[in-house]
Structures are given as C-alpha cells and as structure tokens.
C-alpha cells in the first residue's frame, strides 16, 4: 500500500497528526485548502480524502455526492453530517479513535481496489462486473450475468466474435447446437442499449461475427 495517497482537506492540524503517527507512514499524505483542486486530483489520481469543511451546506455536497473516490467526512456534530449515501464514503464524529479511523482507510482502499478491479472500458462504456451495470454519461441499466459475460467478450476480442464463440464462452454450448440463443440476448441488449442510451449502433454484426 506504499503507492497510496491520503489526501486531506481543511485541517493542517489534523495532516500533522497522522504525519507523526508511525502506521500512517506507508501512506502519501497532502494536504488541500481549495476544495475543487482536491476533488479535482482525487478523481484524476483516485486518491482517498479525508474531508474537515468549515460549512457543510448543500453546496459542499453537491460538490462531493458524485465523487468516484473513498471519502471520509469528519465533523463536530452527526446531526450536521448528511447521510452519505456512497459505499466508499464514511463520517466519523469528533472526537474518535485514530485506530478506528486507520482501520476505516484500510477497508476503504480496499474496496476501492476491489472496485477498480471490477470496471472494464468498453469504448465510451464502462462495464461494472461486480454490480452487473453498463454506464455511461451518469446513466447506466442493470445487465444479467450473461450480458456481463457477452460484453466481457467485446474487451478481450479486437476482432469480431463468432456466433460459435459466444455460445462456447458464454453459453457453454457446443459449436453444432441448434439454438437462437445468442441472436434473442442480442436483440435484447441492443433493445435495452438503445432506450436507455439512444444509441442503435451498440452491437454490429458483419460476415465474421459481431463487435463493437
């Protein structure tokens, strides 16, 4: 975990704290007083943050709701702290316990990792294994595990996949099965692909098979 960065926003006092503390010294650790520049370079650099904002109001939040990185909120007062809604953002009261909190940054770069892990680019989508979603564009639709499997076929294949490929790799159907399998998920996804995306040309097929 050498490689990895701990940002902080809003307290020096609280960066000269962790800075001393002998098991934070595997981490980078920096510090922010400009609020849009270090949620700037943690979406870039996918860092985690530990945000002290003067004010929480609406604007701070609406600034932060969206946000791809671990975060930690901390404050005075839980009924000052909007419920955060994210499964890589935590809060935690003043005062708490600092091993509690480096517990907290362990899990969260953890799942961070597995999160990362779990996201495959496909053109101008993303692909979330894990939660068996395509986004794109802050909209996204639920895809069932086959989908998930077909699509993954697309990242790993730079040339067109056969009608005898996707039922082997997919399907686990032998290549002189008699089935309509494939071209029915086909005509689904690009159904789904097209009302929620606007975009008819997801899925093309040619004389070698279908890419995207």
């Not at 689904?188 to 995207?212: H, V």
Request: net charge positive; hydrophobic share 40%; with cysteine.
């Amino acid at each position: 975990m050498s490689n990895l960065t701990i940002s902080i926003f809003g307290s020096k006092i609280f960066l000269d704290i962790i800075s001393e503390i002998k098991f934070f010294s595997r981490f980078k650790i920096q510090y922010y007083d400009d609020l849009d520049l270090c949620i700037q370079n943690a979406e870039k650099h996918n860092q985690l943050v530990v945000f002290f904002p003067k004010e929480i109001n609406i604007n701070f939040y609406d600034k932060i709701k969206e946000c791809n990185f671990p975060l930690i909120l901390i404050g005075k007062s839980l009924k000052s702290l909007k419920q955060l809604s994210g499964s890589l953002q935590e809060q935690f009261k003043i005062p708490f316990s600092i091993i509690d909190f480096e517990k907290k940054i362990t899990l969260l770069f953890a799942k961070n990792e597995f999160k990362k892990n779990s996201l495959i680019k496909l053109n101008d989508y993303i692909i979330d294994k894990n939660e068996r979603k395509i986004k794109k564009n802050n909209l996204e639709i639920q895809l069932s595990e086959k989908e998930v499997n077909f699509l993954i076929l697309f990242s790993v294949n730079k040339e067109p996949i056969s009608r005898n490929l996707v039922l082997k790799k997919v399907w686990k159907y032998s290549q002189e099965t008699e089935t309509h399998t494939v071209e029915t998920h086909i005509h689904r996804l690009r159904k789904k692909i097209l009302e929620k995306f606007g975009d008819s040309n997801f899925i093309k097929n040619n004389n070698k098979g279908y890419y995207i």
